[in-house]
T-cell receptor, first 114, second 111 residues
Framework: SAVISQKPSRDICQRGTSLTIQCQVD?????MFWYRQQPGQSLTLIAT?????????ESGFVIDKFPISRPNLTFSTLTVSNMSPEDSSIYLC???????????FGPGTRLTVL | GNSVTQMEGPVTLSEEAFLTINCTYT??????LFWYVQYPGEGLQLLLK?????DKGSNKGFEATYRKETTSFHLEKGSVQVSDSAVYFC??????????FGSGTRLSIRP
């Protein structure tokens, strides 16, 4: 299994600003994922981040709004840009396990945009 | 496309009651199936999984059996505890390393 930490755990931000969320894994993993969980909703995949290549975004998510970095096999960041109240969500990162059909999740970052 | 449908909540039970949370899926081939749990204020934890038909996943007293004929993966526990109060997500692993989640079922257990 993998242990995943995220920073910050929560934040309250002003409209129009940007926030970068960090995700750290305690072991090297090829694939990392970023999800959004809107209030009372399920998880929606934002993008898949592989080390050494551009992130792959799901329909409805674009790089300008959610730029992602993946500088090495244990770390990734997600930036939520030009925030609006609609971006208020929990953002979770995950990483693939020994078999890629198993993912381990971080504790999430609870974002509130005023 | 692939999808997961699970029982809507919230579900409220008394301690020691029997729990069933229904989950059905639509997928091509033979996906792996999961139950994840999210305790208040925390991220998701993998509760149990099954990777092929008739497999039974189990953990912490919870069980779920992969039923190919009914495309189901219902979660059960014989005697729930207050500490089981959480949101439970049924999920499947599709192609391209993507996990598809159900909408989640909030479970509350009364002492």
């Amino acid at each position: 299994s993998a242990v995943i930490s995220q920073k910050p755990s929560r934040d309250i931000c002003q409209r129009g600003t940007s926030l970068t969320i960090q995700c750290q894994v305690d072991s090297q993993v090829t694939m990392m994922f970023w999800y959004r969980q809107q209030p009372g909703q399920s998880l929606t995949l934002i993008a898949t981040a592989n080390q050494g290549s551009e992130a792959t975004y799901e329909s409805g998510f674009v790089i300008d709004k959610f730029p992602i970095s993946r500088p090495n096999l244990t770390f990734s960041t997600l930036t939520v840009s030009n925030m609006s109240p609609e971006d208020s969500s929990i953002y979770l990162c995950s990483a693939g396990g020994e078999t890629y059909n198993e993912q381990f999740f971080g504790p999430g970052t609870r974002l509130t945009v005023l | 496309g692939n999808s997961v449908t699970q029982m809507e909540g919230p579900v409220t039970l008394s301690e020691e009651a029997f729990l069933t949370i229904n989950c059905t899926y639509t997928a091509t081939g033979y996906p792996s199936l999961f139950w994840y749990v999210q305790y208040p204020g925390e991220g998701l934890q993998l509760l149990l999984k099954a990777t092929k038909a008739d497999d039974k996943g189990s953990n912490k007293g919870f069980e779920a059996t992969y039923r190919k004929e009914t495309t189901s993966f219902h979660l059960e526990k014989g005697s729930v505890q207050v500490s089981d109060s959480a949101v439970y997500f049924c999920a499947l692993y599709s192609s391209a390393s993507k996990i598809i989640f159900g909408s989640g079922t909030r479970l509350s257990i009364r002492p």
